[in-house]
């Protein structure tokens, strides 16, 4: 018998499988036979003739591009395989009597708080019909305060994806969740006391599921609960250790700082803070007139970071020469430390400046240490704050937001042993994927397979869970109840917008089953825990919680602290030796957690503009030194360990310093993620989570190709496209600075002008407070349904984004400045698109929209090569979903999904415009300023986009215009763009200050 | 056969020595009245090789319509790429027959008359490939008659301010025109085949085709009127078809694209392209059909003039565009420029084209080097793949480096690109192998005109 007629028998039907599959669904299963319940290989086998469009995505040698398209089309399939709800192939009924209120047609939105490292940010979700298809900001959340970031915008994608596991599996077999929790109380009565149970949770801020886990360890007193976080605050604890004696959190006030350090701190861009900080921040930096002031932020940091990017002055140093710095300055402001030379890339004039400038604030400095700095700097950097008399004005000090806060490294590490002493009967992971980022020598993925009894409690089938003994499908924050806590401690209540979709649970109801019962919901839980909490003004405090989407007055309160005596003189000075390995969060994809999500592999990195991978990042003059390219293959070995990964130069980065990214090289995240980049994690050691000293790199010869969306430019200053100056600058011409207006441009033309009578719509990006996030592009994505097209599309220049964030780098290769400009469609006024389209497929409407009529496009492209912006995106393929699936359900309703063949570009939310002239035409009134709001205006923490009516004198857009900084690129084509731009400023100190004059 | 060809002396008159109208008639007749068995072998290996790049064409089309455009390399920035430039390109080589054939008959220039009736089959089959490529370039290519202005429901009409549109009718005009022009002057020589076939089927079509012409007098003074009539249409079109898709470039506001000089510069081009192709096919069909004493070496030393004189008038382009783009000031006409001649990307492109289009005419201006027909065949070629080059330039080089550095591009030709440019070969190939077979491509009308002005030039020469 050859194979192939071995796969076409018929394989006995196992009736106890079908039972199993229809126990396990929830709702009505729909199914044609007993074959197809039971997913034999016979009915495999039927499907791949009878229906090869839904086979395909069975196929593994389908390419990448065709694995994004066909993601969707897969759902058909496992809509077989499991009961899906909503199921597209169900008939729907309207309401007999509709809720009310509820209008078809009007979307609603719901206060939630989607969590991301543990940490909450607020939420509002945008829900048509039942449907959640957009995330915003909750404005009255502390950590969002109205702003959202790339990552949690993207999250509601991923509850689409029908990648994510759907079903209970025991040993890679079906299984259900009643098998799993009688087996789970069959192990747990084995053990006396919960003797050799484990838990492994990633940070836990979550109440319910803390007191939960408290209340399991006094039913089991013998169990132990482990923590591990691969992005863990390990060193901020040590920090605080060092110089309070106890774990403490420290929060940031930035509104109050005038001079900022940051030692290696990127605290805009990653951080449970990072929007609120952002905001803040942001606030002190946003000038139009002269008389404004600006703060000034100092930065020393080994790998460009948007923190960096917005420095005033940046020093790019290796780890070591950071921590060198910190002491250095630590010993000038007279703190007793031992502190060795000033570190050779430092200047002594930088220092002195430094400084002075520190000394010349206090009270209003404020200095700052990355998560990744050792212990050590964080205690400078405490100490330094309380030195300059900052504790209380721009830092405060609260209560740790984390339960129960513990060293990660150290916690993994004994469960490590522990599993090696054979200590360990049953190992529950809640959530996490520990085999993926587990420090390589730890060994976690072989040691998982001594544990008898391991349950992982995960989104997706992915490394852990098909080296666990259970898999249990978690469900996704937009579908259970639960509740966590921002940064500063506030909680809020995570409600649920749809019911799950695949019979997933969450963490609390695993717990619940540890506990005995298997039966409890996360609402009742959620419910109970803050029943007690609320005491009697439940009935009147819970309503206003969950609709509020944080619970009020639970913001940690500041505390008194002292500082150690001996708080500095502990740490000796370590010296790293050799080419130096730095380790970081991937800016889009996070710690691998998102790799599955298209959206975020498709997010350029802010500074390489790279897609899709990760790559071994290095400076001009190290690749130099190496010998190595773009696009070379090198292997990385380190401590014992080695990889293989692609070289990209990144200006800016400190010599002799190699940044891998964390989060890519999965082997089990899906058919989106799987196999994109190097997996960082290979290389990584307990010991040395961020940095460390003695990497290897050899060049293999071979060469990977690496998807940027731009290719690296300097500015080219006399194309004025980025106009730059100092704060001096401005204020030595106030009405007219030079750099703004550097040529005289006289506008000429044959016509009249058209008159706008109503509204006339217009925007402004105030490059001063970009800080390159991203959180525009993603909002726009989402909002706008814009596709993504896969790695080798976004290789030949066809990436959809209608907003982009360009980067320019100024100055020189080694020290280069960062800018960050983003574009869309600019609405020229004299839009050269329209007169070269021979069909009128994009026009101008009576408010000034250039408006792209979709089904009048026959695909010319004359506008894209006309728009000398070169916003405009064509779907060169079928890039959008148009068939119906669960892909196709993450679909803003209101905006249409275009096909193959046609021109789009950024529309200035023109449905959003629509609504706000119903709302206002039913209430017989014009347009409120700030009534519209585009999505990426509305996503950006920075709130360096103002949108409104040029036509309304009082409008913000109007005033802000007014700014002597406003400008238009290239309005010399007589283009007359209703998108106009702030000049990037910079207030550097007056001892550097000829280092940044002005340009542009 | 092939030692009496062989035989035929090269003469630098209009038409050979000893042409009679028999003569005329049995040279140019012979290949198409001879029975289907009794065609040359190479004939049917060099259909074969056109039909099969024609059924490569067919594929890459059919294959292009159901995936999308992305099966090119075209993206954004370069978002007009191969289709566009073999647009430009085919367009252009059917200037020349349209040039011989209206302009050179308006001029009395009676050397056009034995290259005329293949040029301008030249000119049609050129068109017709040239005129595939706008529509099957547009991403949803089922609704390209949106371009036309026809009355509809939706109350749409096209938006005339676009040169495309301006395009549309420049094309349709161009290929209308041709094809009449071409068949009326086809008419008399139909009329002979009809009258020589011994072949029933043939007897009837070319009796249908030659719309019942007898040869009398009224008839040949009709001829002669609307033959002129068209000839005066068609002139001006030698001028404004290429004016006019040198405005799909130069209306727009793309650096490198938006010069003043481009409609000039493209009929000159085109010309010269148009020119370097009709020798592409003159110097093979002379000696395949023995038509050498026809098809002298005087129309070859005119054909290379011609070419010489365009050529220099495109060199002349070249020097004025980087002229230009120094004086007028702007940064974004010299970068562009810069990066045509010394880009990371397509400086070879640029060096090339120079070769090709200026420095390989040069030896024209050799009497001996035109007089070989070897030499100009080389040249003709290099010329040809020099006008590619040119409009690959102008088109995509221009569009990859404009006005935001950061959205600068690198364009790469993908197989598709390859296939449907090297299959629009099969299309012209097909259609002309069929021509050469079935129509006569030679006047015999004319040039028994032209034998009878010439008969006593043998006399003359004796004399002289």
């Not at chain 1, 700052?368 to 964080?378: E, K, L, R, S």
């Not at chain 1, 129960?404 to 490294?409: E, G, I, K, L, N």
């Not at chain 1, 749809?498 to 717990?511: L, M, Q, R, T």
């Not at chain 1, 007169?835 to 409407?845: I, S």
């Amino acid at each position: 018998m050859n194979p192939q007629d071995k796969d076409l028998t018929p394989q006995p039907l196992d009736l106890g499988a079908v039972r199993k599959r229809l126990e396990g669904s929830q709702g009505k299963a729909y199914w044609r036979s007993l074959d197809e319940l039971a997913d034999t290989e016979a009915f495999q086998e039927f499907m791949h003739k009878e229906f090869p469009r839904q086979a395909a995505p069975l196929a593994s040698n389908v390419n990448r591009r065709d694995f994004v398209k066909l993601l969707g089309a897969s759902l058909a399939l496992a809509g077989l395989t499991s009961c899906i709800r909503p199921n597209p192939q169900e008939q729907y009924t309207s309401y007999v009597r509709a809720p009310e209120y509820y209008l078809p047609g009007v979307p609603q939105f719901y206060a939630t708080a989607m969590s991301l490292g543990g940490y909450g940010v607020g939420v509002l979700a945008e829900s048509h019909a039942g449907r959640p298809t957009k995330l915003e900001g909750n404005a009255d959340h502390p950590a969002s305060l109205g702003a959202i970031d790339p990552l949690v915008s993207a999250t509601v994608l991923s509850l689409y994806d029908p990648d994510r596991s759907q079903v209970v599996t025991n040993r890679g077999e079906l299984s259900d969740w009643g098998s799993f929790a009688s087996a789970l109380s069959d192990t747990l009565s084995g053990l006396d006391g919960g003797a050799g149970l484990r838990i492994l949770t990633e940070t836990v801020t979550s109440p319910t599921l803390a007191s939960q886990i408290d209340a399991l360890l006094e039913q089991y007193p013998n169990a132990r609960w482990h923590r591990y976080d691969p992005l863990h605050r390990d060193n901020v604890l040590a920090g605080a250790e060092l110089a309070f004696g106890e774990a403490v959190d420290t929060r940031y006030q930035f509104e109050n700082a005038d001079v900022i350090l940051s030692l290696g701190s990127d605290f805009l861009g990653i951080g449970p803070g990072k929007l609120a900080y952002t905001k803040a921040f942001s606030a002190r930096r946003r000038v139009r007139t002269a008389e404004d002031s600006m703060n000034r932020l100092w930065t020393a940091e080994a790998a460009p970071s948007i923190t960096g990017s917005m420095a005033d002055h940046r020093l790019a140093l290796r780890p070591d020469e950071i921590e060198g710095l910190a002491r250095s300055l630590a010993a000038r402001l007279g703190l007793s430390v031992e502190a060795g030379d000033l570190p050779d890339h430092v200047s002594q004039e930088w220092f002195d400046a430094l400084a002075e400038d520190l000394e010349a604030h206090r009270g209003s400095s404020l200095v700052v240490a990355g998560n990744d700095q050792p212990a050590i700097v964080h205690a400078v950097a405490h100490a330094l704050n309380a030195e300059l008399g900052n504790v209380g004005e721009t830092v405060v000090y609260t209560d740790p937001v984390e339960v129960d806060p513990v060293s990660h490294s150290e916690s993994l590490a004994a469960l490590v042993d522990d599993i090696s002493a054979g200590e360990v009967e049953a190992l529950v992971m809640l959530g996490g994927n520990p085999v993926y980022t587990a420090p390589a020598d730890l060994s976690f993925a072989n040691l998982l397979s001594r544990v008898p009894v391991s349950v992982h409690l995960s989104p997706y089938q992915d490394e852990t869970s098909l080296r666990s003994t259970w898999h249990v499908p978690q469900t996704h924050d937009l579908e259970a109840w639960s509740d966590v806590r921002a940064f500063d401690g506030s909680a809020s209540i995570v409600q649920p917008l749809i019911a799950p979709f695949y019979n997933g649970k969450s963490a609390h109801e695993v717990v619940a089953a540890l506990a005995g019962d298997a039966e409890a919901s996360s609402y009742d839980l959620v419910r109970g825990y803050w029943r007690e909490q609320f005491g009697s003004d439940f009935n009147s405090v819970w309503p206003q919680s969950v609709h509020d989407g944080v619970v009020a007055e639970s913001r940690f309160a500041p505390r008194q602290l002292s500082l150690r005596e001996d708080a500095l003189s502990d740490a000796p000075i370590e010296a790293t030796e050799g080419l130096q390995i730095v380790f970081q969060a991937e800016p889009s994809i996070y710690d691998g957690r998102f790799s599955n999500n298209g959206w975020l592999q498709e997010l350029p990195n802010p500074f390489t503009k790279l897609t899709w991978d990760n790559a071994a990042l290095m400076s001009a003059a190290t690749a130099e030194r190496l010998g190595v390219r773009n696009q070379d293959v090198v292997t990385l070995n380190y401590e014992g360990n080695s990889v293989e990964a692609p070289v990209w130069i990144q200006p800016g980065q400190a010599d002799n310093v190699v940044v891998a990214h964390l989060g890519y090289g999965r082997e089990a995240a899906g058919r989106v993620g799987n196999g994109q980049g190097f997996n960082a994690y290979a290389l990584r050691t307990s010991a040395r989570p961020w940095v460390g000293g003695g990497l290897e790199l050899t060049p293999t010869g071979a060469t990977y190709p690496l998807s940027s969306t731009q290719m690296h430019h300097a500015l080219e200053e006399e194309r004025h496209i980025v106009r730059h100056g100092t704060l001096e600058e401005f204020r030595a011409h106030p009405d007219h600075p030079e750099f703004v207006h550097p040529v005289e441009h006289h506008e000429y033309d044959l016509y009249p002008d058209y008159a706008y009578e109503s509204y006339a719509w217009g925007m402004v990006i105030d490059m001063n407070v970009c800080t390159g996030c991203n959180a525009c592009v993603t909002a726009c994505q989402s909002e706008n349904n814009i596709p993504i097209v896969g790695k080798e599309q976004v290789a030949i220049g066809r990436e959809m984004h209608w907003i982009r964030v360009d980067a320019y780098y100024g100055g020189s290769v080694d020290d280069p400045e960062f800018y960050h400009q983003p574009i869309a469609c600019m609405h020229c006024e004299k839009a050269p698109c329209e007169p070269v389209c021979p069909v009128g497929a994009t026009v101008h409407d009576h408010e000034g929209l250039n408006v792209m009529v979709y089904n009048r496009c026959v695909g010319t492209r004359y506008c894209s090569n006309n728009c000398p912006y070169k916003v405009r995106r064509f779907n060169f393929l079928q890039y959008a979903e148009l068939e119906e699936n669960a892909l196709s359900m993450v679909q803003n309703p209101d905006v249409t999904v275009r096909s193959r063949g046609v021109m789009e570009k950024c529309t200035y939310c023109v449905q959003r415009i629509s609504k706000a002239r119903v709302t206002a035409g039913n209430q017989n009134r014009r347009i409120l300023d700030g009534e519209v709001v585009t999505a990426c205006q509305a996503a950006c923490p920075a709130e360096a986009i103002v949108f409104g009516d040029i036509n309304d004198s009082g409008s913000e857009v109007v005033q802000t215009k007014a700014s002597p900084l406003n400008y238009g690129i290239l309005t010399e084509l007589n283009t007359v763009p209703r998108t106009s731009y702030l000049s990037k400023l910079r207030n550097p100190h007056p001892a550097l200050a000829s280092a940044s004059e002005g340009g542009h | 056969m092939a030692d009496s060809r062989n035989r035929i002396a090269e003469t630098d008159r209009v038409i050979g020595p000893g042409q009679t109208y028999t003569t005329i008639d049995d040279t140019v007749n012979k290949p198409i009245l001879t029975s289907i068995l009794g065609t040359p072998i190479w004939w049917f290996i060099a259909f074969a090789f056109g039909f099969l790049l024609l059924m490569l064409y067919l594929y890459s089309v059919v294959y292009l319509i159901a995936v999308g455009t992305g099966v090119w390399g075209n993206n954004v920035p370069a978002a007009w790429g191969f289709p566009i430039i073999n647009f430009v390109w085919w367009i252009g080589i059917g200037h020349a027959g349209t040039l011989i054939s209206a302009a050179l008959l308006l001029f009395r220039q009676e050397w056009r008359t034995s290259i005329n009736r293949f040029a301008e089959a030249m000119t049609l089959f050129a068109v017709v490939c040239a005129g595939l490529y706008p529509i099957l370039h547009l991403g949803r290519p089922w609704v390209f008659y949106w371009l036309v202005p026809y009355p509809n429901t939706y109350g749409l009409f096209p938006q005339f301010r676009s040169p495309l549109d301006w395009d549309l009718f420049a094309i349709s005009t161009y290929a209308s025109v041709s094809l009449l022009f071409w068949f009326i002057g086809l008419i008399p020589d139909l009329a002979t085949l009809r009258d020589r076939t011994e072949n029933k089927f043939g007897k009837i079509a070319y009796g249908i085709a030659s719309l019942g012409w007898r040869g009398s007098a009224k008839h040949w003074q009709r001829y002669q009127r609307a033959y002129l009539l068209l000839a005066a249409l068609s002139f001006p079109l030698v001028l404004s078809v290429h004016s006019t898709i040198s405005l799909d470039f130069a209306t727009s506001q793309v650096p490198g694209w938006n010069n003043t000089i481009m409609p000039p510069y493209f009929v000159a081009g085109a010309v010269f392209a148009g020119f370097a192709m009709v020798l592409i096919l003159a110097i093979p069909l002379r000696k395949a059909f023995g038509l050498e004493n026809l098809i002298t070496m005087r129309h070859l030393d005119n054909s290379a003039k011609v070419m010489l004189a365009t050529g220099l008038i495109v060199v002349y382009g070249y020097v004025i565009e980087v002229f230009i783009a120094w004086y007028s000031g702007t940064v974004y006409e010299q970068y562009m420029i810069f990066n045509r001649m010394f880009g990371e990307d397509y400086w070879w492109a640029f060096w090339a084209l120079i070769f090709c289009n200026a420095v390989a005419i040069q030896p024209l201006w050799s009497k001996r080097v035109r007089n070989s027909p070897l030499a100009l065949f080389i040249i003709s070629m290099i010329v040809s793949v020099g006008m590619w080059l040119e409009r690959f330039v102008i088109v995509t080089v221009t569009l990859t480096r404009e006005y935001l550095p950061s959205s600068w591009g690198v364009f790469t030709a993908t197989r598709w690109d390859w296939a449907l440019y090297i299959g629009s070969f099969g299309l012209f190939l097909t259609l002309w192998f069929m021509f050469i077979r079935f129509l006569p491509s030679i006047a015999t009308s004319e040039m028994k005109e032209l034998a009878h002005i010439h008969e006593n030039d043998d006399a003359k020469e004796v004399t002289t």
